[in-house]
Structures are given as structure tokens and as C-alpha cells.
């Protein structure tokens, strides 16, 4: 299973440049991204509103809601197992071991 982080770098590959701001901001800035609004990411990210949304959907998520929600799960994951986030690229589709 893919992790969000994983997909916005992967994203750098084909988004318009107003996206790509966005996708640095939270690579920069994961627990501030999943804590700011979509008005707040924007003028930290130097984009507009609608920048932030399009990037989200264009990520495959329903919204920043949506988005948020899934970074949030990635970043608990992350911290819980105490992974470093810029060495973070997927995760696996059961973490932790045994049945």
C-alpha cells in the first residue's frame, strides 16, 4: 500500500508547478499539513485554494478532507514505529507481524 508521503514525491513527476509548491510545503512540513486549512496550506505554499484542492484530488483522494485524513493515519504510523518521515516511502499492507 502506498503512503501519502510516497505519493507526493512520486507527484513532483507531473504536476503543474502551483501543485508542486503544495506537495514541498507538506514534505517540509507533514504535521503542520494535516493540522492547517485549505486557505492556511495555500498561503503557506504561496498557491491558491483551489491549487491545494486539484493536488488532493489529483493525489487520488476525495478532498483535502479526505487527504488529511490519510496523512494523519501515515504520520501515527510513522511516529508509533519511530520511522523517520523523509526515509518514509510506503507502507506495508500489515505493520507489525504474526496473526
Known amino acids: 500500500m502506498e503512503g501519502v508521503l510516497y505519493k507526493i514525491r512520486e507527484s513532483f513527476n507531473y504536476v503543474k508547478?502551483?501543485?508542486g509548491a503544495v506537495a514541498s510545503f507538506i514534505l517540509e512540513n507533514p504535521e503542520k499539513a494535516v493540522s492547517v486549512t485549505v486557505k492556511q496550506l495555500?498561503?503557506?505554499s504561496y498557491a491558491s485554494p483551489s491549487a491545494v484542492m486539484r493536488y488532493c484530488q489529483t493525489l487520488g483522494y476525495n478532498g483535502f478532507k479526505?487527504?488529511?485524513l490519510?496523512?494523519?493515519g501515515d504520520l501515527t504510523v510513522i511516529n508509533l514505529h519511530d520511522l523517520e518521515?523523509?526515509?518514509y516511502f510506503s507502507l506495508p499492507d500489515r505493520v507489525g507481524g504474526g496473526d
Open 66 to 68: 479526505d487527504f488529511k
Open 70 to 72: 490519510k496523512l494523519s
Open 17 to 19: 508547478p502551483s501543485e
Open 42 to 44: 495555500a498561503e503557506a
Open 85 to 87: 518521515p523523509e526515509s
